[in-house]
């Protein structure tokens, strides 16, 4: 069973315009949530990360959102740039920080038009 | 800056091979992590050592083990290679446990 959830493989999105990816998970025992940006060959690179003691962590164009009540975060970018396509993935532990038994959504390919 | 250097980036085995996989965390990092992703697949957590101790496991085969060295790279030994296990593999490092973790450009494993 999937306990982190990515619903929509692509998203497609005007350069300018924001950004929303959404993350939804079914375990109430993680504690920490992250969001990781990956290009193809590459290994998935850190964006910006939340604590369940928090409801927003903002870091340039990022902002992340965490509703605890509805199990949902979800990741801002904004405005979106030609360089943000790349394939986004949620990731949450219940082991407060690290990358310790990380639970990865299946991502959610961005891409930004021109 | 230097980042996590895994090694080889490719590697293609036979059924039944044995199979390593090196990973050389950023300097001074202490924290090691593996991940497998299959094709189509999320990143599986397999394992994790912090200053040189096996510190979490994860859904790791037992025909797998892995090991951090006193320079703290680390190496994941595969045998008994199924096709199930091609897959890229992932290291990652960090500075402590609870910290921001560097992922490699992984090991684009294949077995035929």
């Known amino acids: 069973d999937q306990q982190v959830k990515q619903n929509s493989p692509s998203l497609s999105v005007q350069e300018g315009r924001i950004s929303i990816l959404n993350c939804d998970y079914t375990?109430?025992?993680?504690?920490?949530f992250l969001w990781y940006k990956k290009y193809p060959a590459e290994g998935p690179t850190f964006l910006i990360s939340i604590s369940s003691i928090k409801d927003k962590n903002e870091d340039g164009r990022f902002t992340v959102f965490l509703n605890k009540s509805a199990k949902h975060l979800s990741l801002h970018i904004v405005p979106s740039q030609p360089g943000d396509s790349a394939v986004y993935f949620c990731?949450?532990?219940?082991?407060?920080?690290?990358?310790?038994?990380?639970?990865f959504g299946k991502g959610t390919h961005l891409i930004i038009q021109p | 800056a230097a980042g996590v250097i895994q090694s080889p980036r490719h590697l293609i085995k036979e059924k039944r091979e044995t199979a390593t996989l090196k990973c050389y965390p950023i300097?001074?990092?202490?924290?090691v992590y593996w991940y497998q992703q299959g094709p189509g697949q999320d990143p599986q957590f397999l394992i994790s050592?912090?200053?040189?101790?096996?510190?979490d496991k994860g859904s790791i085969p037992d025909r797998f083990s892995a090991q951090q060295f006193s320079d703290y790279h680390s190496e994941l030994n595969m045998s008994s290679l199924e096709l199930g296990d091609s897959a890229l593999y992932f290291c990652a490092s960090s500075l402590g446990r609870r910290t921001e973790a560097f992922f490699g450009q992984g090991t684009r494993l294949t077995v035929v």
């Open positions: 050592f912090y200053e040189k101790m096996q510190s």
């Open positions: 990731a949450a532990s219940e082991n407060g920080g690290g990358a310790d038994g990380l639970t």
């Open positions: 375990n109430s025992m993680f504690d920490y």
């Open positions: 300097p001074r990092h202490d924290t």
